[in-house]
Structure formats: C-alpha cells, structure tokens
C-alpha cells in the first residue's frame, strides 16, 4: 500500500513524532480524508506498516538471531520511532504488539519440532501466553540496548547472550 510505503519512507529520515499524517498523506498522494479511511491515527499506521515489515520473516534462525537480523535490516525505521524515552514509552504498545507476533509467528513456524529453546519453552509452559509476554520483555530490552548503542548489532556478543540464556532455560 503506498500510504505505508510513504510512511516508512519518512520515517526512515525523521522521528515518528515528527511526522504529520498530512506529510504521509502527501508523499503517498492521497488526501487526509483517504488516509483516515484506512488508518484510525499515526499509531495505528505505525502498527499496519511494522506488521508488514515482518511478512516472510519467518526463518528456520534461532528466535533470538531472527530478532537480531530483524533489527539490523530496519535499523533505519526503528532508530527514528522515538527521540527520547519518553517517546518510546508511548510507542511500547505497537513494539510490543509488533515483537509479540514476531514471537507467536515462530511458534507457529517451527510447529512441534523446534531446537530453538525459546519456541519449547514457550510451548512446555502451563501459560503459554504468560510465557510470550516474558519473552516480548526480554526482546524490548534487547531493542533498547539496540537503540543505545546505534542499532550496531555484534553478532559475538548476541551468540555469547543466547548460549548464555539457553543453557540457563530447560524444560522438563
């Protein structure tokens, strides 16, 4: 859709609370009223634009890796979310929505046969969702420290981190 294709666009050279749904309605030419008749808000644009970005992410990479390479390839859309903290508290709804599908989808994908500990720890846990929403806490925190540091992603030190956590989670 080219209001979305507008949208990242922009997004890729300002701050989500800099842009206007006037500006998006402009670069993807189509009056404000269209806009409105697909998105309720700029959040909710937000929302529709990073579901896309995760159609066909789906891998065969460890959960953890795939967060990572995901990070890394939007780097230039996910750097410009917020200025501040403050800002990304009001945006951690749509991120977690957002990192909480890249979660469920891999669920899905791996099916029953799964190496990945992440996916198995969440399919033995009594509440799968509970354990869904930990998981989206640890990646928030990952995409902070991404954030801090430049969206530079060393892939050692994420290696190191996985083993570290992996050899920590078991399931009985």
């Known amino acids: 859709m080219q209001i979305i294709t507008a949208f990242l666009e922009l997004l890729s050279r300002d701050y989500f609370d800099k842009i ?3 500006q998006v309605a402009k670069k ?13 808000d700029k959040n909710d644009l937000l929302l529709q634009a990073a579901l896309e970005t995760l159609d066909g992410s789906e891998s065969d990479e460890p959960l ?7 990070v890394e390839s939007h780097a230039g859309f996910l750097k410009h979310l917020s200025p501040s903290r403050q800002s990304r508290m009001n945006l951690t709804d749509v ?16 099916g029953d046969q799964s190496n990945d500990p992440f996916v198995n ?12 929403d930990a998981l989206v806490g640890l990646l928030m925190g990952m995409l902070d420290h ?11 030190e994420l290696n190191r981190t996985m083993q570290l956590l992996s050899s920590h989670m078991t399931v009985n």
């Open 20 to 22: 206007s749904v006037s």
């Open 28 to 40: 993807s030419f189509v009056t404000r009223s269209t806009f409105y008749r697909y998105f309720d």
């Open 64 to 70: 953890l890796v795939q967060f990572a390479t995901y």
């Open 95 to 110: 991120v977690s929505g957002v990192i909480g599908k890249m979660v469920t989808d891999k669920v899905q994908y791996d």
């Open 121 to 132: 720890l969440i399919k033995a846990a009594d509440n799968s969702p509970l354990m869904v």
């Open 146 to 156: 991404y954030h801090h540091n430049g969206f530079e992603v060393d892939e050692d």
